[in-house]
């Protein structure tokens, strides 16, 4: 919806890396790589790859203090 409201704004796209990237987190967890399953993993390198490009994807005069977080 937001999207679709404002088709020009960076901010979906930046809020919606920013989730991904949490899931990314929650879903690996804390621990030292060896603890975390193969799927765990998986899913974590999944997650930040799109949360990569969704970053890669807005327009440089367009990221905020909060995109370089």
């Known amino acids: 919806v937001w999207r ?3 088709p020009e704004s ?3 796209d930046l809020f919606e890396a920013i989730y ?3 899931q ?7 621990g030292a790589a ?6 765990a993993s998986q899913r974590f390198r999944d997650w930040i790859a799109r949360s ?12 905020s203090p909060v995109w370089y977080e």
């Open 20 to 22: 991904w990237h949490g």
């Open 52 to 63: 990569r490009s969704l970053l890669d994807g807005i327009r440089a005069e367009d990221r």
């Open 4 to 6: 679709e409201a404002a």
């Open 10 to 12: 960076p901010n979906p």
């Open 34 to 39: 060896d603890t975390v399953s193969p799927a």
């Open 24 to 30: 990314a987190w929650a879903t690996r967890g804390g």
